[in-house]
């Protein structure tokens, strides 16, 4: 099940991008044993957008067809890891090909992509900027599939 992060705007250089792309790169080398991966990030620009109602226009562009759809929302569902991990888990031995995780811009997400969304999952009610929220779910997304195959980085 190949995993795609899309999201508004770009993410430059500086410690973020970094643990996105450590996060990333631990995720691919343990996913692929299990059938997880690899893990894609995909951006629209964000600036002079237009609003949440055009970044909906331009994410969907960027979402693989028929991928299921979990948008990260601060009315979503809070999960703690192992239940996480047990989701990825379920979307992936229910046939998923794909999943894409959405993190909308400044304003959010418009409610017709939220509407559209398989999940919403959420972070806590605390809003995160958007360049955070990326490096706590490729982290997240690293700690499931570690749950998922044994190994010790997750201590519950």
């Known amino acids: 099940m190949r995993l795609n992060l899309c999201a508004v705007g770009r993410l430059r250089g500086g410690a973020e991008a970094e643990l996105v792309i450590d996060y990333t790169n631990?995720?691919?080398?343990?996913?692929r044993n299990l059938k997880l991966g690899p893990l894609t990030v995909r951006e629209v620009e964000g600036r002079k957008s237009g609003g949440p109602l055009t970044e909906a226009s331009l994410l969907r562009r960027?979402?693989?067809?028929?991928?299921?759809?979990?948008?990260?929302?601060?009315?979503?569902?809070?999960?703690?890891?192992?239940?996480?991990?047990?989701?990825m888990e379920v979307w992936r031995d229910a046939g998923w090909s794909d999943v894409s995780f959405i993190i909308g811009g400044a304003d959010g997400i418009d409610?017709?992509?939220l509407n559209d969304a398989d999940h919403l999952l959420s972070f806590g009610a605390m809003v995160w900027p958007h360049m955070l929220a990326r490096v706590m779910l490729t982290e997240q997304i690293y700690r499931a599939t570690s749950i998922?195959?044994?190994g010790p980085y997750h201590r519950a």
């Not at 631990?26 to 996913?31: E, Y």
């Not at 960027?62 to 989701?87: H, M, Q, W, Y």
């Open 26 to 31: 631990r995720f691919n080398r343990i996913g």
């Open 62 to 87: 960027i979402l693989p067809k028929g991928s299921l759809i979990c948008c990260l929302d601060e009315r979503g569902t809070v999960e703690n890891s192992p239940a996480f991990a047990r989701r």
């Open 111 to 113: 409610n017709s992509l």
């Open 148 to 150: 998922l195959a044994g």
